[in-house]
């Protein structure tokens, strides 16, 4: 059943709905989505559901084949340098201006966000950490009043989210993004703005470095080609 929000039409409903699952990996990269399939998931129409996919296939989460349907996408190694090419500039700059602007309720809570991470992944509890580790992101967002930057994140906020699951297959990810969280936010607690965007900048490429690597030993996604293979 599709879950209902208020001032939703059924086609922008089912559209969430999807794009939820495929961000959590209820639907991961190379599946194929049936139209029949999703209407008898959320008890709809297919009409709703061939609106929501192309609307999917324009967000880029998913690639329609003549003849074979909408397939979940995945990402190449040009794709995901790409996204957090973009990803460093932004989160940079917002942490950055985060050490100028951010208030001392904002800066307790991503303390406490840091804190929950340290102690999540000590005890183990790494299905935790990706919720806490968009919670910190979104604290640092919010610090900008750039309204450009934050389009530009929105934009890339499903995908972030979705390489965000995968890279919890990482070995070592988790961690090394635990210590580098509490750097950046020390630096940002000491209104470092220099510190701060370079750290985050140093952060993000190390993620995208651990997932280059991981996509190499297929541990992080399917390529399209691959994905072509299967079906």
């Known amino acids: ?95 950055r201006e985060a050490t100028l602007t951010i208030g001392a309720d904002d800066l307790a809570e991503l303390g406490r966000v840091v804190l929950a991470s340290r102690q999540a992944m000590e005890a183990d509890h790494i299905a935790e950490l990706p919720h806490l580790f968009e919670s910190f992101d979104q604290i640092i967002y919010r610090q900008t009043s750039n309204r450009r930057i934050l389009d530009l994140v929105w934009t890339l906020d499903a995908h972030l989210r979705r390489i965000g699951n995968l890279t919890v297959r990482i070995p070592g990810r988790l961690a090394k993004s635990v210590v580098q969280h509490e750097e950046i936010f020390e630096a940002i607690g000491r209104r470092n703005p220099t510190g701060a965007e370079s750290m985050m900048r140093e952060h993000i490429a190390s993620v995208l470095a651990d997932q280059l690597a991981a996509y190499e030993e297929d541990v992080m996604v399917m390529s399209p080609e691959t994905i072509g293979e299967m079906q």
Do not use: W
């Open 1 to 95: 059943m599709v879950r209902q929000a208020p001032h939703l039409q059924l086609k922008d409903i089912v559209y969430e709905n999807v794009k939820k699952d495929i961000v959590e990996l209820v639907f991961s990269p190379g599946t194929h989505l049936r139209e029949r399939d999703l209407a008898e998931k959320f008890q709809v129409s297919k009409t709703p559901v061939r609106e929501a996919l192309s609307r999917l296939a324009q967000d880029q989460l998913v690639e329609v084949h003549a003849y074979r349907g909408a397939i979940v996408s995945g990402y190449s190694r040009v794709d995901l340098m790409e996204i957090y090419q973009l990803r460093e500039i932004l989160q940079g700059a917002c942490a």
